[in-house]
């Protein structure tokens, strides 16, 4: 609790910053989604026949998941792309339904002798509606707002995986670095947001019905809407238009490495903005192609297999040369390469590797092959010593085969299990558990899983006590960090891209391992860490 | 001679594809009250929303003031009648101030002419102002809202008034107090002067009803006319004297025991109390 009121405290520009963000997302979107949902609805109710294509249709929108709906959204034009907007759109989505079902309701709960009453005393139908049946369907229509703002609230957090900011910032962040501090510095102002706009949407309603026009309702509303202006205010002052968007995608290493990149283009005098944890890949590229981001770190054979689609290689210089070739015709640059090859690593537990004598893929391979007397020993976070003891007596008492982990990419990807598969002969008993790449170091220490696919850059490796299986048949492509920049912006800004070629071949794996552990492991800030790299004598 | 309040010539209407009223021919004369009486089903109700415009006829014309309903504004003809329905139909949101006020306002009245007629009208069905101008719906006794229904109903000085089941879900004497508070209304607040009415007729005179009842003893009561409708048809028309001297078995059976409790006759003729 300490350790977040002190994050809070030295996060609070930032902070009220994203709040403003939350805010302007969840408030935007919902009242676009009224000026929709009302009207709709009192259409449905008026024409019963109506009702249920609006309602199914709305229904169907929010069975979308909600990652997914930002992943159809970015490729399409006008509504598409990276940030506020194509958020707006995705939360406006799903802010309909309850809203237009609500109206339907509230206005069908509207007694039909009422309605018949007004229609005889001589109300026009716009009288009936704004005077009768309005505000008998009010209340309901309220409740519906509120659940609305509740479900915005949550789904905006997620709408920082496309850039557009809002508190899902710090969850995706904290995810990304295993820092429960970080995940509550946006999780817990996003519950109390949730709350504060139920509880004055809940006022307003009060303020609405005739019967119960409490002052204190006023109070409490313009209680919240000066809590709402201050962060607006606070969310514009600090936000000026910078000259450079630089972008990372959602793991530590991309983080830090776009840090990096902001950190020097920045010690060129020239401003940027960080729009840092962006998705997966193909988000970041498509970001990068719309102009959403202009700078981003990526990896030479992660372009070359899952965005050119070209079969992986592990010759870097070719990749390197094909790679920039493909890029050259979307107007994208690439960049002089860091200097490391982030492949990928097959990972195990130390104390496993160490019990089995296993230190390359073939051995672990060779093990696969063998029944239940070669299983890992899962002790959750078995320190080195605990380990050793058990090892001389490490019977077979978990008859349970070897368990695998992957994320979601390695096992989509060609040069990923698939090919790894092949070359080695792999097959595991279970079908292997898809997992979050932010959990899988953690899911892997804790004996929940007995081998994954990480990073080999990854702090963790060395943080959580485990062991990088050495790939003999020299199957991974290489993966040489190298950012890549939109080439305009590069002509326009070469202080910029003179910054970003300085970077060439200065940062080491030994480094990058280093920095990441700084944050994984030792909780330190990327921009810190960074810091402290680039000024190192 | 004065053109009829209401007529209803030659007047057919199906609801849900069924025929409810068939060739129903009825004149309502100006400043009578007609009951329409008849069993559930026999299109008493049908019948009287035809007068507003709440429902069309399929066939024939209804006349209100000489002039086909398809001919009136929907919205005009309607806040020049009164109606009032089961449990009176109070909006809910509004306060019972606010209730009576509606077609005054929408008659656009200046705000001076619409509190007084507020406090008037509220005094004249024997609500206190003081008390009962703040009141909510929900705040009032079964005969209390009558009230303010027949308060509302009556508010824009409207020549023909519409009453369907008004005190239908009274107890007795609740219902009996407000038999002599509606006598007592139609005697002391007399219809307009209205010289725009096409038939020139003067003004001053009692206010035209149609009161859709089940109660036999209510029609007695009320009535100075009572029609008797049986499966879409009238198959009586007359004072309830008359009716209820009838021997066509449909009319006697809707009479029941009334008719062997003679004291229940004597007390139902109106003009038998005054």
Redesign the interface.
Same mark, same amino acid.
């Given at each position: 609790m300490t350790e977040l009121l002190a994050f809070i405290a030295s996060h609070r520009a930032e902070m009220a910053t994203r709040l403003g963000e939350h805010v302007v997302l969840v408030a935007a979107s919902t009242a676009i989604a009224a000026a929709i949902g009302i009207p709709l609805g009192v259409l449905a109710a008026r024409r019963p026949s109506w009702s249920r294509p609006i309602v199914g249709l709305a229904n169907l929108a929010q069975t979308i998941p909600s990652l997914a709906l930002f992943g159809f959204l970015i490729p399409l034009p006008l509504v598409g792309g990276i940030g506020t907007r194509t958020a707006l759109v995705a939360l406006t989505v799903y802010a309909v339904l309850p809203i237009l079902r609500s109206t339907i309701t509230g206005l069908q709960g509207v007694p039909a002798?009422?309605v018949?009453?007004?229609?005889?005393?001589?109300?026009?139908p716009a @009288?009936v509606l704004r @005077?009768?049946e309005w505000?008998?369907a009010l209340p309901s229509i309220v409740s519906g707002l509120r659940v609305a703002v509740v479900i915005g609230v949550g789904t905006a957090t997620i709408a920082s995986a496309i850039g557009a900011g809002g508190l899902g910032d710090y969850i995706f962040r904290g995810l990304a670095m295993v820092d429960a501090t970080v995940i509550l510095a946006g999780a817990l102002p996003a519950a109390l947001l949730a709350l504060a706009a139920d509880a004055a949407l809940a006022a307003a309603g009060q303020l609405a019905d005739?019967?119960r026009r409490a002052r204190r309702h006023v109070l409490v509303l313009a209680v919240v809407a000066a809590l709402v202006a201050a962060t607006l205010w606070a969310g514009r002052s600090s936000g000026g238009k910078a000259d450079l968007v630089i972008g990372s995608k959602n793991f530590t290493e991309q983080v830090v490495l776009g840090e990096l990149l902001a950190q020097v283009i920045e010690r060129a005098g020239i401003t940027v903005e960080r729009r840092l944890n962006l998705g997966g890949t193909a988000i970041a590229h498509e970001a990068l192609l719309s102009g959403g981001i202009d700078v981003y770190a990526e990896y030479t054979g992660t372009s070359l297999t899952a965005i050119f689609k070209e079969p992986p290689s592990a010759d870097s210089e070719a990749v390197f040369a094909t790679v920039r070739d493909r890029y050259a015709a979307v107007g994208v640059t690439v960049m002089p390469r860091l200097g490391f090859n982030n492949t990928f690593a097959i990972l195990v537990r130390a104390g496993d590797a160490r019990r089995l004598g296993m230190k390359t893929v073939s051995d672990l391979a060779g093990r696969l092959r063998l029944k239940p007397e070669a299983t890992p020993q899962a002790t959750p976070q078995a320190t080195p010593q605990v380990t050793a003891r058990a090892t001389p007596q490490a019977t077979p008492q978990a008859t349970s085969a070897w368990r695998a982990g992957f994320g979601y990419e390695f096992l989509e990807r060609p040069d990923g299990l698939k090919g790894l598969s092949a070359a080695y002969g792999l097959s595991f008993a279970k079908a292997p558990r898809v997992m979050d790449l932010n959990l899988i170091y953690r899911a892997l220490a804790a004996g929940e899983i007995d081998v994954t696919a990480g990073d080999a850059t990854s702090g963790l490796i060395e943080a959580l006590g485990l062991t990088v299986l050495e790939d003999d048949r020299r199957y991974f492509p290489v993966y040489d960090a190298a950012p890549v920049a939109r080439a305009s912006v590069m002509r326009h800004y070469p202080a910029a891209a003179a910054a970003i070629r300085s970077l060439a071949g200065r940062v080491s794996a030994a480094e990058m391992r280093q920095m990441n552990f700084l944050v994984d492991g030792e909780k330190q800030d990327p921009a810190s860490v960074v810091r402290a790299f680039l000024d190192r004598p | 001679m004065a053109e009829p309040a209401v007529q209803f010539a030659d007047v057919s209407a199906s609801r849900g594809g069924r025929v409810v009223l068939q060739r129903v021919s009825l004149v309502v004369p100006q400043g009578q009250t007609m009951a329409l009486v008849g069993r559930s089903g026999s299109g008493k109700t049908t019948l009287l929303r035809l007068v507003n415009r709440l429902l069309e006829p399929d066939g024939g014309e209804v006349l209100v003031d000489g002039q086909s309903t398809r001919t009136w504004d929907p919205i005009a003809l309607r806040r020049r009648i009164g109606y009032v329905i089961q449990d009176a139909g109070l909006f809910p949101h509004l306060t019972v101030a606010d209730n009576i006020a509606i077609v005054p306002r929408l008659l656009e009245w200046s705000a001076d002419r619409v509190v007084a007629r507020i406090d008037e009208m509220l005094t004249l069905v024997s609500l206190d102002p003081q008390v009962f101008r703040t009141r909510w719906p929900d705040e009032l006794s079964g005969g209390q809202r009558q009230r303010a229904g027949l308060a509302r109903a009556l508010a824009a000085e409207p020549p023909l008034l519409l009453m369907d089941e008004p005190f239908g879900a009274l107890d007795p004497i609740t219902k009996a107090e407000l038999h002599a508070e509606f006598q007592r209304v139609q005697r002391l607040l007399l219809a307009p002067q209205n010289e725009t009415l096409p038939s020139g007729r003067g003004g001053g005179g009692r206010r035209s009803v149609i009161l859709v009842t089940h109660d036999m003893a209510e029609a007695c009561a009320l009535a100075d006319q009572i029609a008797v409708l049986h499966e879409g048809e009238v198959i009586a028309c007359d004072t309830p004297a008359r009716v209820m001297a009838s021997n066509d078995h449909r009319v006697t059976s809707l009479f029941g025991e009334l008719r062997l409790k003679p004291e229940a006759t004597q007390q139902a003729t109106p003009r038998g109390r005054e």
């Amino acid at each position: 609790m300490t350790e977040l009121l002190a994050f809070i405290a030295s996060h609070r520009a930032e902070m009220a910053t994203r709040l403003g963000e939350h805010v302007v997302l969840v408030a935007a979107s919902t009242a676009i989604a009224a000026a929709i949902g009302i009207p709709l609805g009192v259409l449905a109710a008026r024409r019963p026949s109506w009702s249920r294509p609006i309602v199914g249709l709305a229904n169907l929108a929010q069975t979308i998941p909600s990652l997914a709906l930002f992943g159809f959204l970015i490729p399409l034009p006008l509504v598409g792309g990276i940030g506020t907007r194509t958020a707006l759109v995705a939360l406006t989505v799903y802010a309909v339904l309850p809203i237009l079902r609500s109206t339907i309701t509230g206005l069908q709960g509207v007694p039909a002798a009422i309605v018949e009453c007004a229609v005889a005393m001589g109300l026009t139908p716009a @009288q009936v509606l704004r @005077q009768v049946e309005w505000p008998l369907a009010l209340p309901s229509i309220v409740s519906g707002l509120r659940v609305a703002v509740v479900i915005g609230v949550g789904t905006a957090t997620i709408a920082s995986a496309i850039g557009a900011g809002g508190l899902g910032d710090y969850i995706f962040r904290g995810l990304a670095m295993v820092d429960a501090t970080v995940i509550l510095a946006g999780a817990l102002p996003a519950a109390l947001l949730a709350l504060a706009a139920d509880a004055a949407l809940a006022a307003a309603g009060q303020l609405a019905d005739p019967r119960r026009r409490a002052r204190r309702h006023v109070l409490v509303l313009a209680v919240v809407a000066a809590l709402v202006a201050a962060t607006l205010w606070a969310g514009r002052s600090s936000g000026g238009k910078a000259d450079l968007v630089i972008g990372s995608k959602n793991f530590t290493e991309q983080v830090v490495l776009g840090e990096l990149l902001a950190q020097v283009i920045e010690r060129a005098g020239i401003t940027v903005e960080r729009r840092l944890n962006l998705g997966g890949t193909a988000i970041a590229h498509e970001a990068l192609l719309s102009g959403g981001i202009d700078v981003y770190a990526e990896y030479t054979g992660t372009s070359l297999t899952a965005i050119f689609k070209e079969p992986p290689s592990a010759d870097s210089e070719a990749v390197f040369a094909t790679v920039r070739d493909r890029y050259a015709a979307v107007g994208v640059t690439v960049m002089p390469r860091l200097g490391f090859n982030n492949t990928f690593a097959i990972l195990v537990r130390a104390g496993d590797a160490r019990r089995l004598g296993m230190k390359t893929v073939s051995d672990l391979a060779g093990r696969l092959r063998l029944k239940p007397e070669a299983t890992p020993q899962a002790t959750p976070q078995a320190t080195p010593q605990v380990t050793a003891r058990a090892t001389p007596q490490a019977t077979p008492q978990a008859t349970s085969a070897w368990r695998a982990g992957f994320g979601y990419e390695f096992l989509e990807r060609p040069d990923g299990l698939k090919g790894l598969s092949a070359a080695y002969g792999l097959s595991f008993a279970k079908a292997p558990r898809v997992m979050d790449l932010n959990l899988i170091y953690r899911a892997l220490a804790a004996g929940e899983i007995d081998v994954t696919a990480g990073d080999a850059t990854s702090g963790l490796i060395e943080a959580l006590g485990l062991t990088v299986l050495e790939d003999d048949r020299r199957y991974f492509p290489v993966y040489d960090a190298a950012p890549v920049a939109r080439a305009s912006v590069m002509r326009h800004y070469p202080a910029a891209a003179a910054a970003i070629r300085s970077l060439a071949g200065r940062v080491s794996a030994a480094e990058m391992r280093q920095m990441n552990f700084l944050v994984d492991g030792e909780k330190q800030d990327p921009a810190s860490v960074v810091r402290a790299f680039l000024d190192r004598p | 001679m004065a053109e009829p309040a209401v007529q209803f010539a030659d007047v057919s209407a199906s609801r849900g594809g069924r025929v409810v009223l068939q060739r129903v021919s009825l004149v309502v004369p100006q400043g009578q009250t007609m009951a329409l009486v008849g069993r559930s089903g026999s299109g008493k109700t049908t019948l009287l929303r035809l007068v507003n415009r709440l429902l069309e006829p399929d066939g024939g014309e209804v006349l209100v003031d000489g002039q086909s309903t398809r001919t009136w504004d929907p919205i005009a003809l309607r806040r020049r009648i009164g109606y009032v329905i089961q449990d009176a139909g109070l909006f809910p949101h509004l306060t019972v101030a606010d209730n009576i006020a509606i077609v005054p306002r929408l008659l656009e009245w200046s705000a001076d002419r619409v509190v007084a007629r507020i406090d008037e009208m509220l005094t004249l069905v024997s609500l206190d102002p003081q008390v009962f101008r703040t009141r909510w719906p929900d705040e009032l006794s079964g005969g209390q809202r009558q009230r303010a229904g027949l308060a509302r109903a009556l508010a824009a000085e409207p020549p023909l008034l519409l009453m369907d089941e008004p005190f239908g879900a009274l107890d007795p004497i609740t219902k009996a107090e407000l038999h002599a508070e509606f006598q007592r209304v139609q005697r002391l607040l007399l219809a307009p002067q209205n010289e725009t009415l096409p038939s020139g007729r003067g003004g001053g005179g009692r206010r035209s009803v149609i009161l859709v009842t089940h109660d036999m003893a209510e029609a007695c009561a009320l009535a100075d006319q009572i029609a008797v409708l049986h499966e879409g048809e009238v198959i009586a028309c007359d004072t309830p004297a008359r009716v209820m001297a009838s021997n066509d078995h449909r009319v006697t059976s809707l009479f029941g025991e009334l008719r062997l409790k003679p004291e229940a006759t004597q007390q139902a003729t109106p003009r038998g109390r005054e």
